[in-house]
C-alpha cells in the first residue's frame, strides 16, 4: 500500500514529506502520508470489504486529486466508489439536516426529504433514525439504510408473507427473523397461526416502532401470539423449535456487522433455518436489489442445497425507489 500511493503521489504530481504506517491485528491497516500541499490518509476495514481514504490537499482545483484518485481505483480494484468533494474553509457545509441519503451498492444513492426528525439515536448495535417524509410517510433508517417506510406495507411486508399462504402448508408455528419494525409481525397475525416467534436483537428497534411506527406494526406486539425474542438470530436457531414457516428478514450483506464471510454466514444461518423447519415447512425471505446481481447469483446457487422448489419473484418496494427480490421454498427433506 506505501508503495502504491508513493507512487500515486508521483504521477499525480503532488510532493511527498514523510510516509507512515500501521498494520493492526488481527486486520487492518492506517496509512498517513504528508505532502507539501497537506496529506493523505487511508483506513481499511477489511471484515467490512471497505476502505476509507481522504485525499487533503491546500492546491488550486481537484486535477491532481482526481488523478491520484484514478490511480489508487486502478491499484486497489474496488467493486464500488463513493466520492465526496469537500470545500474546506470558513464556512464549511458537510451534513445537510433536511435529508438523509440512503446508500445503494448498485451505483447510486436515494437521497430522502426530512419532513421532521422524529429520532436520532446510537443504539448498542447502530445508528437508528426515523423521520417523516412527506412521499412515503414514517420512515425507520439503520445505520443510514433504509428499511421500511409506511407506503411499504403493501407491497413488502406482503411479498414476505404471501408466498407461504399461497402454498396452502401449515401455517401454525412461524419463526420472523430480524423485522424489528413490526410490518411482517403484523403481517403474519393476519393469517390467524397458532404462534409467531419475532427474533430482533436490537431492543431499541421495537421500542422506537412501537411509539414512532404505529402504522407499520399496528398492534402486533401487542398479540397474544406474538412472542419477542431479544436474541441473535444465530443463537436462537442453534436449538431445534419445529416451526412450519420461518421468514428471514435480515440482511445477505452483514460483512459490517461480523467477521465471518458472508457465504460462510449465510451458508450457516440457512442450514440452521432448515434443521429448525417441520416437514414441508417453508422459507421465505427478502433477497436484493434487482441490480444486486452478485447476490442474486449467488443465492441462486446456495439455497438448492437447503431446500426445493424456490421460487424468485421481483416486487416494487415504493420507498425503496427500485425492484426487490424476494424468495420462497420449501424445505428439502433430512437424508
Given at each position: 500500500?506505501?508503495?502504491?500511493?508513493?507512487?500515486?503521489?508521483?504521477?499525480?504530481?503532488?510532493?511527498?514529506?514523510?510516509?507512515?504506517?500501521?498494520?493492526?491485528?488481527?486486520?487492518?491497516?492506517?496509512?498517513?502520508?504528508?505532502?507539501?500541499?497537506?496529506?493523505?490518509?487511508?483506513?481499511?476495514?477489511?471484515?467490512?470489504?471497505?476502505?476509507?481514504?481522504?485525499?487533503?490537499?491546500?492546491?488550486?482545483?481537484?486535477?491532481?486529486?482526481?488523478?491520484?484518485?484514478?490511480?489508487?481505483?486502478?491499484?486497489?480494484?474496488?467493486?464500488?466508489?463513493?466520492?465526496?468533494?469537500?470545500?474546506?474553509g470558513n464556512p464549511i457545509e458537510v451534513k445537510q439536516k433536511e435529508w438523509i441519503t440512503s446508500f445503494s451498492g448498485a451505483g447510486f444513492e436515494v437521497k430522502y426529504h426530512i419532513n421532521k426528525l422524529l429520532l436520532s439515536k446510537r443504539t448498542k448495535y447502530q445508528q437508528l433514525d426515523i423521520i417523516d417524509?412527506?412521499?412515503?410517510?414514517?420512515?425507520?433508517?439503520?445505520?443510514?439504510?433504509?428499511?421500511?417506510?409506511?407506503?411499504?406495507?403493501?407491497?413488502?411486508?406482503?411479498?414476505?408473507?404471501?408466498?407461504?399462504?399461497?402454498?396452502?402448508?401449515?401455517?401454525?408455528?412461524?419463526?420472523?427473523?430480524?423485522?424489528?419494525?413490526?410490518?411482517?409481525?403484523?403481517?403474519?397475525?393476519?393469517?390467524?397461526?397458532?404462534?409467531?416467534?419475532?427474533?430482533?436483537?436490537?431492543?431499541?428497534?421495537?421500542?422506537?416502532?412501537?411509539?414512532?411506527?404505529?402504522?407499520?406494526?399496528?398492534?402486533?406486539?401487542?398479540?397474544?401470539?406474538?412472542?419477542?425474542?431479544?436474541?441473535?438470530?444465530?443463537?436462537?436457531?442453534?436449538?431445534?423449535?419445529?416451526f412450519d414457516a420461518v421468514i428471514y428478514d435480515l440482511t445477505m450483506h452483514p460483512e459490517a456487522i461480523t467477521h465471518v464471510d458472508r457465504r460462510v454466514f449465510l451458508n450457516q444461518i440457512f442450514s440452521k433455518i432448515k434443521n429448525n423447519l417441520n416437514k414441508k415447512g417453508m422459507v421465505s425471505m427478502q433477497?436484493?436489489?434487482?441490480?444486486?446481481?452478485?447476490?442474486?447469483?449467488?443465492?441462486?446457487?446456495?439455497?438448492?442445497?437447503?431446500?426445493?422448489?424456490?421460487?424468485?419473484?421481483?416486487?416494487?418496494?415504493?420507498?425503496?425507489?427500485?425492484?426487490?427480490?424476494?424468495?420462497?421454498?420449501?424445505?428439502?427433506?433430512?437424508?
Amino acid at each position: 500500500m506505501e508503495q502504491a500511493v508513493k507512487q500515486g503521489i508521483k504521477e499525480s504530481g503532488l510532493s511527498l514529506v514523510n510516509i507512515t504506517g500501521k498494520k493492526f491485528d488481527p486486520v487492518g491497516v492506517t496509512l498517513i502520508a504528508i505532502i507539501s500541499e497537506s496529506h493523505i490518509a487511508i483506513h481499511t476495514y477489511p471484515e467490512a470489504r471497505h476502505a476509507s481514504i481522504d485525499i487533503f490537499t491546500c492546491g488550486n482545483g481537484s486535477a491532481a486529486v482526481n488523478k491520484l484518485l484514478k490511480f489508487l481505483k486502478s491499484k486497489f480494484k474496488p467493486k464500488t466508489v463513493r466520492v465526496m468533494e469537500v470545500h474546506r474553509g470558513n464556512p464549511i457545509e458537510v451534513k445537510q439536516k433536511e435529508w438523509i441519503t440512503s446508500f445503494s451498492g448498485a451505483g447510486f444513492e436515494v437521497k430522502y426529504h426530512i419532513n421532521k426528525l422524529l429520532l436520532s439515536k446510537r443504539t448498542k448495535y447502530q445508528q437508528l433514525d426515523i423521520i417523516d417524509n412527506s412521499s412515503f410517510g414514517r420512515m425507520m433508517f439503520l445505520d443510514k439504510d433504509l428499511q421500511i417506510a409506511e407506503s411499504d406495507i403493501k407491497a413488502y411486508d406482503v411479498a414476505m408473507v404471501l408466498p407461504i399462504i399461497d402454498r396452502k402448508n401449515k401455517f401454525k408455528k412461524v419463526a420472523i427473523l430480524g423485522g424489528g419494525d413490526g410490518g411482517v409481525l403484523r403481517e403474519v397475525l393476519k393469517y390467524k397461526p397458532e404462534a409467531a416467534y419475532m427474533v430482533e436483537i436490537d431492543e431499541e428497534v421495537i421500542k422506537a416502532a412501537k411509539k414512532y411506527m404505529p402504522g407499520v406494526c399496528k398492534k402486533a406486539f401487542q398479540s397474544r401470539k406474538a412472542h419477542i425474542i431479544i436474541d441473535d438470530a444465530n443463537k436462537f436457531l442453534d436449538e431445534k423449535h419445529g416451526f412450519d414457516a420461518v421468514i428471514y428478514d435480515l440482511t445477505m450483506h452483514p460483512e459490517a456487522i461480523t467477521h465471518v464471510d458472508r457465504r460462510v454466514f449465510l451458508n450457516q444461518i440457512f442450514s440452521k433455518i432448515k434443521n429448525n423447519l417441520n416437514k414441508k415447512g417453508m422459507v421465505s425471505m427478502q433477497c436484493c436489489a434487482e441490480f444486486d446481481t452478485e447476490t442474486h447469483k449467488m443465492l441462486k446457487k446456495m439455497l438448492p442445497k437447503y431446500f426445493k422448489n424456490i421460487v424468485f419473484k421481483t416486487t416494487f418496494i415504493p420507498s425503496f425507489c427500485e425492484n426487490w427480490i424476494f424468495a420462497s421454498a420449501e424445505v428439502k427433506s433430512r437424508g
